[in-house]
């Protein structure tokens, strides 16, 4: 459909007609409880899931050999493409060749490189044989300058295989980190002091009879991966991720997203399979479902976003999920080319936002450009969820989504809201939940309360006390609340995302300081991008120059202002900012691989700075009222 054949009425996007999609509707059941407690669920069961993940490679590989599974560009920038019946045939090699080398529960797989053809071939070959295997984020090998992470996890995994895809890129790592019991395996050569397999040798080892084996004794309890949290409050942990998990949360997905039934879904999708949103939702919705998934190497962030901008010039995907700076970089590009919008539009039944909230006019914008191509917008989703729960839990529909909302729990989940200091926090328990940490009792027994519920630390709300269908919001990190000097708590979750929006598209991250002091200021990490379009001279600077720079200090002072204004008591009103000249360091933790920033380090790496903000006479770097 043409751009000049649509006329869009002076309304409201919210007015406007919604691309119709099926959505499994469900009625939910609340129990309340004499504590306070509520426990939510559907009413409506959830239907049986399969065995092994692996059981939908050979459904598809025998249904649909010749589709297109995965597919990624080569060096030549063309489309490098493995079928279904093609994948079948590389993962029952690769299976081959680890039962071959004794590798077990005992002798796991790292897989140290991200998104790639022969990562993905080895993860389904370690998942058809029965052997774990744990995706770490490539940031712990190649940003890290101590490698105090990805020690952490090889002493806690003790890997009998190690494979990264570029011998030269992770030579370091290979050299710093691994033990001689670890075998290497790249695609390509490693410098000459590192020995090494190729994985062209690993797939050229002839299929065994002892893959079916292995294959039909992988049950629901078998551990099929291992995904490392970010290690925001400690070492990272190990997050067992069962063939059970999996799978019925592939179901749950499907129990919601009842169009996946019907049309096989098609992904252009970035985001790191060492991570749950990844590497388990939209890599097993495409599995599940018989789709293609086209790995995109670009990412939410300049001289990146241009890859992602090319591959949706080409590929036009049936759902797009993205974090919310992702969608943020999309919208210029969108509403700069009309191919672009007409490619991306064209087939797309859902959008899904998840690991913060999206601001207002982003969300507008997308709604608008839709409206503009196709005639009418395309669902916008998202729900709450972590590497603990699989991740898919809780769900909004098209009708209540919102930045904030988060909806309700999914067939097979039970919600917990249990009261914890003056809040209600979020447990869940069913099929899709993890039941522990990696080799760690400690950390297991902590996360579950004496009901089995696992306490995700996430504090939740109705939207209409009186209206259960209406969903749930977010209230804030139970742990990063706390209390100002006069006893006032300060509910950080809403409020950063609050101020975030008010200084949208100029900040990035922000952390609330104000523990048992007087009012609440700000440490700002600034969004250089939008930074940037403040002043010429800024189109080349970095963070330092951004933070003093007059016109940038000038905006910040203005918006803090307005939001000052808007403060309805001493929880609410930020009486000082200071934009940071640093960037968040992954080695002292003040940021994960995922781009999500640990209040708690930075308040305590940038000790000085906080001091600053509340000195009697404040430095010149620190904009006050």
């Known amino acids: 459909m043409s751009q000049a054949a649509i006329e869009i009425p002076a309304l409201r996007p919210e007015d406007q007609p919604m691309r119709a999609i099926r959505l499994g509707r469900y009625h939910h059941h609340v129990e309340r409880r004499s504590d306070g407690a509520l426990?939510?669920?559907?009413?409506?069961?959830?239907?049986?899931?399969?065995?092994r993940l692996t059981e939908k490679l050979l459904y598809w590989a025998g249904r649909t050999p010749d589709r297109t599974f995965i597919a990624r560009r080569g060096p030549d920038r063309k489309w490098i493409r493995i079928t279904?019946?093609?994948?079948?045939?590389?993962?029952?090699?690769?299976?081959?060749?680890f039962l071959a080398r004794g590798l077990s529960a005992e002798r796991p797989i790292m897989i140290l490189s991200g998104n790639g053809l022969e990562h993905a071939m080895i993860a389904l070959a370690a998942l058809h044989a029965g052997i774990p295997y744990a995706p770490i984020s490539a940031a712990y090998s190649l940003i890290s300058?101590?490698?105090?992470?990805?020690?952490?996890?090889?002493?806690v995994m003790t890997p009998g295989l190690v494979f990264a895809d570029d011998g030269a890129a992770f030579a370091r790592a290979f050299r710093t980190v691994f033990p001689e019991g670890a075998e290497i395996v790249t695609a390509t050569p490693t410098p000459d002091d590192i020995a090494a397999t190729s994985y062209a040798d690993l797939l050229a080892t002839a299929p065994s009879p002892e893959v079916e084996t292995a294959f039909a004794a992988v049950g629901p309890d078998t551990v099929a991966k291992i995904l490392f949290t970010s290690g925001s409050t400690g070492s990272p942990k190990g997050v067992i991720n069962t063939q059970r998990m999996i799978c019925a949360n592939q179901v749950m997905l499907n129990s919601i997203f009842r169009f996946l039934r019907h049309t096989p879904p098609i992904l252009v999708d970035w985001l790191p399979w060492s991570h749950t949103f990844g590497g388990n939702h939209n890599f097993g919705i495409v599995l599940f479902n018989g789709g293609t998934f086209y790995i995109d190497d670009g990412k939410p962030v300049p001289g990146a976003?241009?890859?992602t901008i090319r591959n949706l010039r080409e590929i036009s995907p049936t759902l797009y999920f993205n974090v919310p700076k992702g969608y943020e970089c999309l919208v210029p590009y969108l509403e700069a080319e009309p191919a672009l919008r007409e490619t991306f539009f064209q087939h797309l039944e859902m959008n899904y936002f998840a690991g913060a909230g999206l601001t207002e006019h982003v969300w507008e914008a997308l709604d608008h450009l839709a409206l503009r191509t196709i005639g009418y917008r395309v669902p916008m989703l998202t729900g709450l969820g972590s590497t603990e729960t699989a991740p898919f839990a809780v769900t909004c529909d098209e009708t209540n989504a919102h930045s904030g909302h988060v909806g309700l729990p999914v067939p097979g989940v039970e919600l917990k809201l249990a009261p914890v200091e003056g809040k209600l926090e979020a447990r869940m328990r069913g099929p899709s939940i993890t039941p522990g940490y990696w080799r760690a009792p400690e950390p297991t027994s902590k996360a579950f309360d004496e009901e089995g519920f696992y306490k995700m630390g996430d504090a939740l709300k109705f939207v209409?006390?009186?209206d259960i269908s209406r969903g749930l919001l977010f209230d804030g990190r139970i742990s990063e609340d706390y209390k100002l000097a006069t006893g006032t708590w300060v509910s950080v979750g809403p409020m950063k995302a609050k101020f975030v929006t008010a200084f949208a598209p100029f900040v990035k991250e922000v952390v609330l300081a104000g523990i048992n002091r007087d009012d609440i200021r700000v440490l700002v990490f600034p969004d250089i991008d939008g930074c940037r379009k403040l002043s010429s001279d800024l189109t080349f600077a970095d963070q330092a120059a951004i933070a003093a720079h007059p016109a940038v200090r000038a905006v910040f002072h203005e918006r803090l202002l307005a939001f000052q204004a808007t403060a309805t008591g001493s929880s609410s009103r930020v009486v000082a900012l200071s934009i940071l000249a640093e960037p968040p360091s992954i080695d002292a933790g003040e940021i994960t691989d995922k781009g999500s920033i640990n209040q708690r380090a930075v308040l305590t790496c940038r000790a000085g700075l906080v001091e600053d903000l509340y000195a009697e006479h404040p430095p010149e770097h620190v904009i006050t009222l």
């Open 84 to 97: 279904y019946a093609e994948a079948l045939d590389k993962v029952t090699r690769l299976a081959s060749a």
């Open 464 to 466: 209409d006390p009186d």
């Open 145 to 155: 300058g101590d490698f105090a992470k990805l020690k952490h996890i090889a002493g």
């Open 39 to 51: 426990v939510i669920s559907a009413s409506e069961p959830l239907e049986a899931w399969p065995q």
């Open 305 to 307: 976003i241009e890859e």
